[in-house]
């Protein structure tokens, strides 16, 4: 009996589909990873602060997971189309990136990201 490329296939697809969904909290923490990255890398911290404590030219972040004035689609549109002093991200950052900053936002234990390569010289 010969099988064919999609009853083989099928099986494997599902296979992984079902692992991938069985550890969301690992998606979860790369999420927030990768947005611990991203906050320090694309320049958050001149306005937010390095550990989200704000400044004169933007506000603390630190507590915005528990405020209820910032669920996290107000937090995705206004790190897209900017608002009062904060500009637009929209175009320089792909709606995954804004994702993991939101996730990054959010978390209840936030990562701390690993230190920065040093530029090249």
Not at 64 to 83: M, V
């Amino acid at each position: 009996m010969r099988l064919s490329h999609f009853s083989v296939c099928v099986p494997v697809v599902l296979l992984i589909a079902a692992t991938a969904s069985a550890f969301p909290e690992a998606d979860q923490k790369a999420d927030e990873q990768a947005g611990a990255i991203l906050y320090r890398d694309k320049g958050c911290p001149q306005c937010h602060g390095a550990t989200l404590e704000g400044n004169k030219k933007g506000p603390a972040l630190a507590d915005i997971r528990n405020d209820k004035e910032w669920p996290p689609e107000k937090i995705t549109k206004q790190i897209t189309d900017g608002g009062q002093k904060m500009p637009p991200f929209g175009e320089s950052l792909t709606d995954q990136e804004i994702a993991q900053l939101v996730a990054y936002l959010r978390a209840k234990d936030r990562p701390t990201p690993p230190p920065a390569a040093p530029a090249p010289q």
